[in-house]
């Protein structure tokens, strides 16, 4: 027994000395490859931008509509007319009518002779329903457009409320879209919109054009408010009724240098980098702020393309233990900031 005791005691402290060996092993190789290792100081345009999508619609929109019961006469425009307002587009026969309008004049020229004010003064009022009623025979254009689609003929019957088709302002589009409630602090009118069809090559141009002072809950439950966007330079080929992607810009693009945070050394309280040129190391003084997960931004000392040498390797400052831990890199939606991360804590 006691010469079974002294082999598991010589055993373990045999097997100790193996891991001390390892362990150091392991640190001195990973200090090694922590030196060895380099990172390069690079330009990255930031944008604030809100992501957006939808479907175009015409700047104005008319239905065209029968409002009385009768038979089409006259058919004077077709599908692709560019008309302009007060344009007769279709005639209802109205000869009914222009026969009680006929009537009435006569009757009014007579009672002139014999009749009192008042009774003149009536007979005037009810000319002008004469009018009306002539004037809807007629489906004419209550804006300068283009008609979208016309499906009517000469001597078709039309009910009242019958639709025909349709006459589209299209000299500019606007559209309709969801903004997180998140994100609406953001928003001002005149910001750039840029939409992306998918219909046309390369990106159009338009602006935030409204947007109202009360949110709304989706049936998603996700309260968000709907802003007006417009585009006034429309690409040809591009119809009401298309889809598009887009951004809204909230700032313009802005250069940033960044590099990885490992590549940051701290001494006397402050920040500094040790730039590789050659077989050369020279050590400067940096300020930088956190900038996401992995990276800062570089406020001073560099100008970028520098090469730099690490102080950590990712093992040593967490990065690992980050995501066994499974952190996820989360954004508010339809924002993009800092490269599209959120910054965490600094890391110093």
Not at 63 to 78: A, E, F, H, Q, R
Not at 194 to 221: C, H, L, N, Q
Not at 317 to 332: I, L
Request: aromatic share 8%; proline share 2%; no cysteine.
């Amino acid at each position: 027994m006691k010469k079974s005791a002294k082999i598991a005691f010589f055993l373990g402290i045999f097997i100790f000395i193996l891991g001390g060996i390892f362990v150091a092993r392991t640190v001195a190789f990973s200090m090694k490859n922590a030196s060895a290792q380099t990172y390069s100081v690079r330009q990255e345009i930031y944008e604030d931008v809100i992501e957006i999508a939808g479907t175009v619609s015409a700047a104005k929109s008319q239905t065209l509509k029968s409002l009385n019961d009768g038979t089409v006469v006259g058919v004077y425009k077709s599908e692709g007319d560019i008309v302009k307002e007060g344009d007769l587009i279709v005639q209802l026969d109205d000869s009914e009518q222009l026969y009680n309008l006929a009537n009435l004049d006569y009757e009014i020229s007579v009672a002139r002779q014999n009749q009192t004010a008042g009774k003149l003064a009536l007979m005037q009022t009810q000319r002008k329903s004469l009018l009306q009623k002539i004037r809807d025979r007629k489906i004419v254009a209550t804006f300068d457009g283009i008609i979208a689609s016309l499906d009517v003929d000469s001597g078709d019957y039309l009910e009242a409320k019958d639709s025909i088709g349709t006459l589209v302002d299209t000299s500019f589009l606007t559209a309709e879209v969801e903004i997180a409630e998140t994100d609406v602090s953001k928003l001002a009118v005149g910001q750039k919109v840029e939409f992306d069809f998918p219909a046309v090559e390369g990106k159009s141009e338009g602006y935030v054009s409204s947007f109202p002072a009360i949110g709304e809950v989706t049936s998603r439950g996700a309260t968000v408010v709907k802003a007006k966007v417009r585009l006034d330079e429309v690409p040809e080929g591009v119809l009401p009724n298309f889809s598009f992607t887009g951004q809204i810009k909230i700032h313009e693009g802005e250069e940033r240098l960044i590099v990885e945070r490992y590549a940051i050394g701290r001494e006397a309280g402050g920040a500094f980098v040790d730039v590789v040129s050659g077989n050369d190391v020279k050590r400067v003084f940096v300020s930088v702020e956190p900038y996401s997960l992995d990276y800062v931004r570089i406020l001073s000392g560099l100008s970028g393309g520098e090469i730099l040498k690490a102080q950590s390797s990712a093992e040593d400052s967490g990065k690992m233990r980050t995501m066994k831990r499974g952190d996820s890199k989360k954004n508010a939606k339809g924002t993009q900031t800092r490269g599209g991360q959120n910054a965490p804590p600094s890391p110093f």
